[in-house]
């Protein structure tokens, strides 16, 4: 296994309890900052060149000091443990195994923002998993981690646990905050951004739980050292999690330079493909990112070597599926998420997003004519035109989420719609691939 | 209109909600919606009209607003539902390991249509959007816990076994 600087004490038996963590030489690094100036944390952040592990990648420094300084409103941390993406598990696994280092970043966090009231918004669906939480909260407080003076230094901070309801947009960070304050999670508009107006009205950050509970690890080793970890814009490793047509699904820590074709293949990682089929195509980073194919897998599994490309690392989940899979099958399955998902404030998402679905499954039913893939290319370019990615036409970026894959599962597997609409059928026997067919049966 | 709650349930909510009420800034009630409604649902089962209307009254809102809110989220049961709520992910992950047999062998087993309560009001089976677990695929949850991955057998025992804790109560 490579340097793993955030998991390595995954999976021990007690490291998920209070005193586990403690024996780890957990919080010392909340000491250390407790004794730095809080604009000296921020800086320490900027320097250690993390990136925001929710989707977008935006550098957590630069984010936390867009926080205005003087302002005389309270001021909010919200971390998003909506984990909704489809793909992603890697947040779940960590709260489940390292609850302590998403509760030490939390504590590091208020300290250098001057946070004295953070939430963690976790989807209904993790009902054990708040459980959980809300157990290492308590620890917490009864350690003097939390409550009125945070080991001592004089520094208030409470933290609740906010439960979801089953909606995938309560993941993008506005609609979070108004599904927090109560309503409907239907995105703002920004400008304003939530760190000058946010929850309330007040001044807040949003940072997904990887990003904050990684900041116990940046001030353990440095910094400086935690940024020479990783790659020119990236600093340190990060979490991917594998699913779909791989040996070994799992959440891994890997190093910035890993290409999603070690990843896959290599014994040390995910060990390759069942039945020793070949891959196929590879969603890099999450339902939202465009597809890869097999050729392209020789790109490090990296934000900047990934947007060079015209794709992303988003979310962190590496989606794998082998020869034997229909990609007609596949980009529908995905699209239909979509569909569901739109949380409907927007036109182009909410009458584009169910088009898709239909114009699909009646090429993947066999009912396809040939003006069809025109149309359902021009109907996701009007949510959001692909490549690049990012110039949605929405609120949010759920319509480029929905838009974008589309398109690049129709560029780069074009002949597979083709003969869809040409044999009237799905040629595939298994469209899932043979693996769906083996794995419940075992 | 009906008092939604039984004097006890009532105390419950009541002292439940103090504590939800306190996360939050004083003219921030409003942000207390949704753990009211979990909360309503936890103790009866869904939520009826009744509660949304006492919900609204506890966090200084308009039942219309709570309804909205309500509506929005597809965790909340504005209907009963069976004692037992089976959501099958069929998500893209779960869909490459197996979902779609799993969820028509559950329907099969179960006689039930999706979104359907079987006639002895034990299960109601959904098909489930990704549930962050697409590692441990197929996957289910039973009353939001997770059952990982899922063979067929799997399915018929954890079926078999609910149905005989259900036996047992009676
Ligand atoms: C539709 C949509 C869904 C999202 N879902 C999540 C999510 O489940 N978890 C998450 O951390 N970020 C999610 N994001 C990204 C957040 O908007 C936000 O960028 C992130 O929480 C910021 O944290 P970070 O800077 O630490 O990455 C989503 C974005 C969009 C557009
Ligand atoms: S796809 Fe089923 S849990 Fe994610």
């Given at each position: 296994?490579?340097?793993?600087?955030?998991?390595?004490?995954?999976?021990?038996?007690?490291?998920?309890?209070?005193?586990?963590?403690?024996?780890?030489?957990?919080?010392?690094?909340?000491?250390?900052?407790?004794?730095?100036?809080?604009?000296?944390?921020?800086?320490?952040?900027?320097?250690?060149?993390?990136?925001?592990?929710?989707?977008?990648?935006?550098?957590?420094?630069?984010?936390?000091?867009?926080?205005?300084?003087?302002?005389?409103?309270?001021?909010?941390?919200?971390?998003?443990?909506?984990?909704?993406?489809?793909?992603?598990?890697?947040?779940?696994?960590?709260?489940?195994?390292?609850?302590?280092?998403?509760?030490?970043?939390?504590?590091?966090?208020?300290?250098?923002?001057?946070?004295?009231?953070?939430?963690?918004?976790?989807?209904?669906?993790?009902?054990?998993?708040?459980?959980?939480?809300?157990?290492?909260?308590?620890?917490?407080?009864?350690?003097?981690?939390?409550?009125?003076?945070?080991?001592?230094?004089?520094?208030?901070?409470?933290?609740?646990?906010?439960?979801?309801?089953?909606?995938?947009?309560?993941?993008?960070?506005?609609?979070?905050?108004?599904?927090?304050?109560?309503?409907?999670?239907?995105?703002?508009?920004?400008?304003?951004?939530?760190?000058?107006?946010?929850?309330?009205?007040?001044?807040?950050?949003?940072?997904?739980?990887?990003?904050?509970?990684?900041?116990?690890?940046?001030?353990?080793?440095?910094?400086?050292?935690?940024?020479?970890?990783?790659?020119?814009?990236?600093?340190?490793?990060?979490?991917?999690?594998?699913?779909?047509?791989?040996?070994?699904?799992?959440?891994?820590?890997?190093?910035?330079?890993?290409?999603?074709?070690?990843?896959?293949?290599?014994?040390?990682?995910?060990?390759?493909?069942?039945?020793?089929?070949?891959?196929?195509?590879?969603?890099?980073?999450?339902?939202?990112?465009?597809?890869?194919?097999?050729?392209?897998?020789?790109?490090?599994?990296?934000?900047?070597?990934?947007?060079?490309?015209?794709?992303?690392?988003?979310?962190?989940?590496?989606?794998?599926?082998?020869?034997?899979?229909?990609?007609?099958?596949?980009?529908?399955?995905?699209?239909?998420?979509?569909?569901?998902?739109?949380?409907?404030?927007?036109?182009?998402?909410?009458?584009?997003?169910?088009?898709?679905?239909?114009?699909?499954?009646?090429?993947?039913?066999?009912?396809?004519?040939?003006?069809?893939?025109?149309?359902?290319?021009?109907?996701?370019?009007?949510?959001?035109?692909?490549?690049?990615?990012?110039?949605?036409?929405?609120?949010?970026?759920?319509?480029?989420?929905?838009?974008?894959?589309?398109?690049?599962?129709?560029?780069?597997?074009?002949?597979?719609?083709?003969?869809?609409?040409?044999?009237?059928?799905?040629?595939?026997?298994?469209p899932f691939g043979q693996l769906a067919e083996e794995v419940v049966r075992q | 209109m009906a008092a939604p709650f039984t004097a006890e349930q009532q105390r419950r909510f009541d002292e439940e909600m103090e504590k939800i009420l306190a996360r939050f800034p004083e003219d921030r009630k409003r942000a207390a919606v949704l753990?009211?409604?979990?909360?309503?649902?936890?103790?009866?089962?869904?939520?009826?009209?009744?509660?949304?209307?006492?919900?609204?009254?506890?966090?200084?809102?308009?039942?219309?607003?709570?309804?909205?809110?309500?509506?929005?989220?597809?965790?909340?049961?504005?209907?009963?539902?069976?004692?037992?709520?089976?959501?099958?992910?069929t998500n893209i992950s779960c869909s490459l390991r197996g979902a779609e047999k799993l969820l028509a062998h559950l329907q099969e087993k179960l006689g039930v249509e999706l979104g359907?309560?079987?006639?002895?009001?034990?299960?109601?089976?959904?098909?489930?959007?990704?549930?962050?677990?697409?590692?441990?695929?197929?996957?289910?949850?039973?009353?939001?816990?997770?059952?990982?991955?899922?063979?067929?057998?799997?399915?018929?025992?954890?079926?078999?076994?609910?149905?005989?804790?259900?036996?047992?109560?009676?």
């Amino acid at each position: 296994m490579a340097h793993r600087i955030l998991t390595q004490n995954w999976f021990k038996p007690g490291y998920n309890t209070i005193e586990g963590y403690k024996k780890e030489g957990g919080f010392s690094s909340l000491r250390r900052v407790l004794a730095m100036k809080p604009d000296e944390v921020i800086e320490a952040v900027k320097v250690s060149n993390l990136r925001g592990r929710g989707g977008a990648g935006f550098p957590t420094g630069l984010k936390w000091s867009f926080v205005p300084k003087d302002s005389p409103k309270p001021k909010y941390l919200c971390v998003n443990a909506d984990e909704s993406e489809p793909g992603t598990y890697k947040d779940r696994v960590l709260m489940e195994q390292d609850p302590f280092s998403l509760m030490e970043g939390i504590a590091i966090a208020s300290w250098a923002l001057g946070v004295h009231t953070a939430y963690i918004y976790i989807r209904g669906e993790f009902l054990e998993q708040a459980e959980i939480l809300q157990k290492a909260i308590a620890d917490c407080y009864a350690e003097g981690i939390f409550g009125k003076s945070i080991l001592d230094s004089g520094h208030r901070l409470d933290v609740y646990v906010h439960r979801g309801a089953g909606a995938y947009i309560c993941g993008e960070e506005t609609g979070l905050l108004n599904s927090l304050e109560g309503g409907k999670g239907w995105p703002r508009l920004k400008p304003p951004f939530p760190a000058v107006s946010g929850l309330f009205g007040c001044p807040t950050v949003v940072n997904n739980v990887e990003t904050i509970a990684t900041l116990p690890t940046i001030f353990r080793i440095g910094p400086k050292e935690y940024a020479s970890l990783g790659a020119e814009k990236s600093g340190g490793t990060r979490l991917v999690c594998v699913s779909g047509h791989v040996n070994k699904p799992g959440v891994y820590e890997i190093p910035m330079n890993l290409t999603f074709w070690d990843l896959i293949h290599d014994e040390k990682w995910c060990g390759g493909i069942p039945g020793g089929r070949k891959v196929k195509a590879v969603i890099p980073g999450g339902s939202s990112a465009p597809v890869l194919t097999a050729e392209e897998l020789h790109v490090a599994a990296e934000y900047e070597a990934l947007k060079v490309k015209d794709n992303m690392a988003g979310s962190g989940a590496v989606i794998v599926m082998d020869e034997t899979t229909c990609m007609v099958r596949a980009a529908w399955r995905i699209s239909k998420f979509y569909a569901e998902e739109s949380c409907g404030q927007c036109t182009p998402c909410r009458e584009g997003t169910p088009w898709m679905e239909r114009i699909l499954r009646k090429i993947e039913e066999g009912h396809g004519e040939p003006k069809d893939l025109e149309l359902l290319v021009s109907v996701a370019r009007a949510i959001a035109p692909y490549p690049p990615i990012g110039l949605g036409t929405t609120i949010c970026a759920l319509g480029d989420a929905a838009a974008v894959p589309v398109q690049a599962f129709v560029m780069k597997f074009r002949h597979e719609f083709e003969q869809h609409i040409r044999e009237h059928r799905c040629p595939f026997p298994h469209p899932f691939g043979q693996l769906a067919e083996e794995v419940v049966r075992q | 209109m009906a008092a939604p709650f039984t004097a006890e349930q009532q105390r419950r909510f009541d002292e439940e909600m103090e504590k939800i009420l306190a996360r939050f800034p004083e003219d921030r009630k409003r942000a207390a919606v949704l753990p009211a409604l979990h909360l309503v649902q936890d103790m009866l089962g869904w939520i009826p009209e009744e509660a949304m209307v006492e919900v609204a009254r506890k966090c200084e809102t308009t039942p219309e607003q709570v309804r909205e809110v309500a509506t929005f989220y597809v965790m909340y049961f504005l209907e009963p539902k069976g004692k037992h709520v089976i959501d099958v992910c069929t998500n893209i992950s779960c869909s490459l390991r197996g979902a779609e047999k799993l969820l028509a062998h559950l329907q099969e087993k179960l006689g039930v249509e999706l979104g359907e309560t079987t006639a002895d009001g034990l299960f109601t089976l959904r098909e489930f959007e990704c549930m962050g677990a697409c590692g441990n695929a197929p996957v289910l949850q039973v009353d939001s816990r997770f059952h990982m991955d899922m063979t067929l057998e799997k399915a018929d025992r954890l079926i078999e076994s609910l149905r005989a804790q259900a036996a047992e109560k009676k």
